[in-house]
């Protein structure tokens, strides 16, 4: 079995990682775009360009299943990589998990990049998934990039000028950007610190679990997170075989990925 993902760059390390918990044996194929990133202030039309050769740089190796794990390209160019891949190549894209969070109530917030805060998009989903719930629409500028570089100090100052905007009723957070994902736990504090008076924890809702999921049942394989960590590990940069940047290895999700065995060339 095997599973490939595409983003700009490490937002989808949250996913693969979901992958490789629930798929330990699951061969991997991580597809970036670092030549030309970021992908946000682009034209729609060079997301689906650049997209595009994420995507058939990672359909390359042949893989049973390819999730767009970048709302970004979810949004602009999710079509045209089916168009070019389906149905040969299950294409699984990425939505921001507004039904969940608004199923448990209001009032929510929904993080996301200027660019998606208040778009269509994203007001279609509110109005489809969130119709009678309070939802607050927070741009978080910056935060995607900074979390790219695993720049702590600009991710905090993100982090906080994000929280301030949040209202401080809000019970649940919408991640909209799979880049957030990486540092869940820093938002949760910011928008709720551990020293509030009031209030439960605040429960954020992101989309790694549920593309991971969503990714197996399409290939027709069942969840075996005990299953022997034999995967192997591809990764592409702008379509060139290498290994995971350093930015990617001070997070977690994307540490635990040295489990799979890397391709050698």
Known sequence: MKIALMDSGNGLL???????????????VLSSDPDGMPWGPRTPEDVIEHALACARA?????????????????VH????????????????????AIKPAAAGGGPIAIWATPATTGSPYQRGLIRDFASGVEVTEV????????????????????????????????GA????????ELVAERIRAAVRPPSALTGPPVTL????????????RRIGASPAPD???????TVLLSG??????????????????????????
Do not use: F, K, M
């Not at 978080?140 to 009723?169: H, K, M, N, S």
């Not at 957070?173 to 799979?178: A, K, P, Q, R």
């Open 14 to 28: 949250a996913a693969a990682a979901a992958v490789h918990r629930l798929r330990p044996d699951a061969d991997l």
């Open 58 to 74: 990672a359909a390359a190796h042949r893989p049973d299943a390819l999730i767009v794990a970048c709302n970004t390209a979810s």
């Open 77 to 96: 160019a999710l079509v045209a990589i089916r168009a070019e891949l389906e149905p040969e190549l299950p294409v699984i894209g990425t939505v921001p």
């Open 139 to 170: 741009p978080c500028p910056g935060l995607a990039d900074a979390v790219q570089r695993a720049d702590a100090d600009a991710v905090d100052a993100a982090i906080a000028a994000a929280a301030a905007r949040t209202p401080r009723e809000v």
């Open 173 to 180: 957070v919408v991640l909209g950007c799979t880049h957030y």
């Open 205 to 216: 809702h992101g989309s790694a679990l549920a593309v991971a999921t969503q990714a197996l």
């Open 227 to 233: 299953a022997e960590p034999t995967g192997d590990l």
């Open 240 to 265: 060139r075989e290498g290994a995971l940047e350093p930015a990617s290895l001070t997070y977690p999700e994307g540490r635990s990925l040295t489990a799979a065995r890397p391709v050698r060339p």
